[in-house]
């Protein structure tokens, strides 16, 4: 019985670990959210800016956000973004996409690259954050 209160104890602590952690990552990933602030915005009500908004942006096809006026380039591109993709673009953007008007230098530190695509990935369409 002992042993069984430990185990379950144990599952406790490390769940709880993990999501703090990934709590911590999303935290992080919004703070450098701000170098996209300018031109983008995300969660509930988010609006298309100089850039589109970036809701539900996992799994959604390049060029797709509503009366957002892309370039031909990003329309074009024939990304579905996911994980990879995006940290692939936001590192140079210019080189993922040549010919976007997205002027943004890039993000190189992977780490930031990381909490980045864990705070923006956590909202659906709606900017809701996915349970
Ligand atoms: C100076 C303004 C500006 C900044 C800063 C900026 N972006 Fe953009 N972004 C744009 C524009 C403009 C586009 C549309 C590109 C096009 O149509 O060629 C875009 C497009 C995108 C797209 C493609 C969206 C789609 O629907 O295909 C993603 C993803 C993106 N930006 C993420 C980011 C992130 C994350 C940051 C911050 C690290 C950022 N951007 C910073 C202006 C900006």
Redesign the pocket.
């Known amino acids: 019985m002992k042993k069984l209160t430990f185990g379950a104890l144990m599952i406790l602590t490390v769940t709880a670990t993990a999501s703090g952690a990934m709590a911590q990552d999303a935290a992080a990933g919004k703070s450098s959210?701000n170098?996209?602030l300018?031109?983008?915005a995300i969660g509930e009500g988010a609006k298309n800016k100089?850039?589109?908004e970036?809701n539900g942006?996992d799994g959604?096809h390049?060029?797709?956000?509503p009366d957002y006026n892309?370039?031909d380039?990003?329309k074009n591109s024939g990304i579905t973004?996911n994980e990879a993709q995006?940290k692939e673009?936001?590192k140079d953007p210019k080189a993922k996409?040549p010919g976007?008007?997205?002027?943004?230098a890039g993000?190189k530190n992977e780490t930031e690259i990381n909490n980045?695509w864990t705070y923006?990935s956590q909202f659906d369409k709606d900017g809701k954050i996915k349970q």
Do not use: D, Q
């Open positions: 959210f170098k996209c300018a031109c983008h100089v850039g589109p970036l942006l959604r390049s060029g797709t956000a892309y370039s380039a990003n973004w995006f673009y936001i996409i976007t008007k997205m002027a943004f993000i980045l923006v």
